[in-house]
C-alpha cells in the first residue's frame, strides 16, 4: 500500500493526476456487447443512447479467434460513436492471457479520451490493480490524456473475494466491484452450473410435525449470493466505490432476473449487467427507485428539518438515522431525474 500522502500522486511523469473522489453517475446497468459481432455492434449507437453504461467485452464470450478483431471492432466504435452522457467501458482480457497487454496499449493509446472506465476480471489481490494502475498512468501520459481512466474489478476468485478490502482501496482509480457469478462458483467449487441467481436445492426446511419427516414441512429457497454481495457492498461503501450484481445468465427468466436484480438494488448496489437487450429494462425498473419510496423520503427530510431530532410519519418513528437513509434514496432519484425526463416527472423532482 502506498502512504497516505503519496496515494494521490500520479505513478508516471506527465501522467493526469488521479481523481480525489469516484464520480457518482446514473449506472443502473452495465450493457456488454461483443465488439467482433457485427449485427451487436450496428446496434450499439441506439442501445447508448438508452443504457447509463455500455461496455466492449474482450474477454470471457469472445472466441479466441476473434480477440484482436473484438479490439479493433471497439476502437473503430468508440471513434466514430458520440456516446453523449453514456459511460463507455470495457471489459480486457485477464491479467494472465497473451491479450491484455495489447488490449490495455492499443485502447488508452487510441480511444482512451473516450472510455471512463477499464473492467479488470479475475483480480486476486491489491497486487493486480498495483500493476494496472502503473501501466495506465505510463499510458495516458504516452497518450496526452488530462484525465485518469478508472479501474472496476470483477470478483470472481475465492482469492479475489478473501482480498476484496485491499483490492477496493488499492488505487484512487478504483471505481467499484461487480461480482462474477460464474468464475466464483467455479473457484469456490459451489455446485451450481447457473450464471448467477438462485438454485432450489438450497433451501430451509420447517421442523418436523410428527415422526413422518416428510409430512407437513414447507421449504423456502434462500440467495446463494447473499453472503457474497453483502460482503462487496460493504468493502465498496467502506472505500466510497461502487458496488454492482453482475451477470444473470437466464436470459429467458427475466421474472427471475428481476428479483436477483432487485435483491442487490435492497443491500446496496448501485446496478447490475445487462448482457441482452431484454435485460436493460429491468435493470432500468429495479435500480430507479420507486416514485413512492422517493415520496416518502422527500416527507422525512421536510419534516426533519436540519435532520437532529425525532419526528412521527405515519405512525413511525424518523429520526437522524433514517433521515440519512432517506437522503440516500433522495440524492439517487436526483441523479436519474437530471438525466430522464420521465423520472423527473414521476419524482415531482
Ligand atoms: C446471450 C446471447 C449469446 C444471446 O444472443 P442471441 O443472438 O442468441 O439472442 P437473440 O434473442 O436471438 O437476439 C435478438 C437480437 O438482439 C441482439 N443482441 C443480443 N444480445 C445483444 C447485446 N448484448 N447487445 C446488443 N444486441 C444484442 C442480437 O444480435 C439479435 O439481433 P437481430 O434481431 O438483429 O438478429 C447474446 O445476448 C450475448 O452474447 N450477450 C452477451 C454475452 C456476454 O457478454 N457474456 C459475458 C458476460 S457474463 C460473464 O462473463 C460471466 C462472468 C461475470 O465473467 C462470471 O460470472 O464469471
Ligand atoms: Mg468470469
Redesign the pocket.
Known amino acids: 500500500m502506498r502512504p497516505p500522502r503519496t496515494f494521490l500522486r500520479p505513478l508516471a511523469v506527465g501522467a493526469p493526476a488521479p481523481v480525489t473522489e469516484i464520480p457518482v453517475k446514473p449506472s443502473r446497468m452495465i450493457?456488454?456487447?461483443?465488439p467482433s459481432?457485427e449485427?451487436?455492434a450496428?446496434?450499439?449507437p441506439d442501445?447508448a443512447a438508452k443504457v447509463d453504461i455500455i461496455l466492449g467485452?474482450l474477454?470471457?464470450?469472445i472466441k479466441t479467434e476473434m480477440k484482436e478483431a473484438a479490439r479493433q471492432g471497439l476502437v473503430d466504435i468508440a471513434k466514430k460513436t458520440d456516446f453523449g452522457e453514456t459511460q463507455l467501458w470495457t471489459?480486457v482480457n485477464s491479467l494472465d492471457s497473451p491479450w491484455v497487454l495489447d488490449d490495455l496499449t492499443t485502447l488508452v493509446t487510441e480511444i482512451g479520451d473516450k472510455l471512463d472506465v477499464i473492467m479488470v476480471?479475475k483480480v486476486e489481490g491489491a497486487q493486480d490493480i498495483h500493476y494496472v494502475d502503473r501501466l495506465l498512468a505510463q499510458l495516458e501520459a504516452r497518450a496526452g490524456l488530462d484525465r485518469p481512466i478508472l479501474v472496476h474489478a470483477?470478483l470472481?476468485t475465492a482469492q479475489g473475494m478473501v482480498n476484496v478490502e485491499e483490492i477496493a482501496g488499492a488505487s484512487p482509480r478504483m471505481q467499484g466491484l461487480?461480482?462474477?457469478?460464474?468464475?466464483?462458483?467455479?473457484s469456490r467449487r459451489m455446485k451450481t452450473t447457473r450464471?448467477?441467481g438462485g438454485h432450489p436445492g438450497y433451501l430451509v426446511r420447517t421442523d418436523p410435525v410428527s415422526d413422518d419427516l416428510t409430512e407437513g414441512r414447507t421449504t423456502a429457497q434462500q440467495d446463494l449470493w447473499h453472503y457474497t454481495i453483502a460482503r462487496m457492498v460493504d468493502a465498496c461503501a467502506a472505500h466510497d466505490i461502487l458496488p454492482f450484481y453482475?451477470?444473470f445468465?437466464d436470459?429467458k427468466d427475466v421474472v427471475a432476473c428481476e428479483d436477483q436484480f432487485r435483491n442487490a438494488y435492497l443491500l446496496g448496489c448501485v446496478g447490475a449487467?445487462?448482457?441482452?437487450?431484454?435485460q436493460i429494462d429491468i435493470a432500468k425498473k429495479v435500480f430507479s427507485p420507486d416514485p413512492a419510496d422517493v415520496a416518502h423520503a422527500k416527507r422525512v427530510v421536510e419534516a426533519m428539518g436540519d435532520g437532529s431530532g425525532a419526528v412521527m410519519i405515519d405512525g413511525k418513528m424518523e429520526d437522524d438515522a433514517s433521515c440519512k437513509q432517506c437522503l440516500v434514496m433522495l440524492d439517487l432519484a436526483k441523479a436519474l431525474a437530471e438525466r430522464d425526463p420521465e423520472l423527473a416527472e414521476a419524482y415531482d423532482l
Open positions: 450493457h456488454f456487447f461483443d459481432n449485427k451487436m450496428a446496434k450499439v442501445i467485452n474477454e470471457d464470450a471489459r476480471p470483477i470472481e461487480s461480482l462474477g457469478p460464474a468464475d466464483l462458483a467455479a450464471v448467477g453482475g451477470p445468465g436470459i449487467w445487462s448482457l441482452h437487450p431484454v
